[in-house]
């Protein structure tokens, strides 16, 4: 990236530009936390949750990544720990609409674990994806956890990124019927 980047934490007005780029990027997984039947109506109820705290796709646990002015990419990250509080109000939601309220487990406690990386297309391949990486295990570092641990589908572009930053697989998920490695970067 030739242009300076910052990474900031997230902002309730971020969510249009944030809201889009994640569900893309969770696909089936934002439609299985929403009850949607779509991308657009699932992009929709998260721009409801973005501004909220006390859910996994907060703005409160988003960083973005900023190039001269606007955003280039975002990381979602959360303690494994807190996951099953977090995704209350999703569960919430799903009983409102009459659905069943069970939402496949993706984080492990102990780790960070990042639930979103996502770079807007034209920025890709020019470090920010990379640049995001580093500030989640910073952010790990903080909160005195010891890995970063996220899924990554078997076509998932950004495998080769996560391996060349220090990930590891650690074992396979099924969330949302999409089968995912689980990969972790154990820091030190």
Known sequence: MTAPLQIRPARPF???FAVPLMQATIGRIGLALTGAES??????VLLGFFPLRDNRLSHTHTLIAEGPGRPLGLAVAYPGSEAQALDAPFRERLRALGLPDRIDPE?????????????VEE?????VGGRLLGAVAARARELGLSRVGLLA?????AARLYERHGYRAAGERVVAG????????ELT
């Open 14 to 16: 971020d969510a249009a």
């Open 39 to 44: 991308d657009t109506g699932a992009a929709r």
């Open 107 to 119: 984080a492990t406690p102990g780790e960070l674990y990042l639930d979103t990386l996502a770079v």
């Open 123 to 127: 920025a890709r391949g020019q470090g």
């Open 153 to 157: 589908g078997e076509a998932n572009p």
């Open 178 to 185: 999409g089968r995912y490695r689980h990969l972790v970067l």
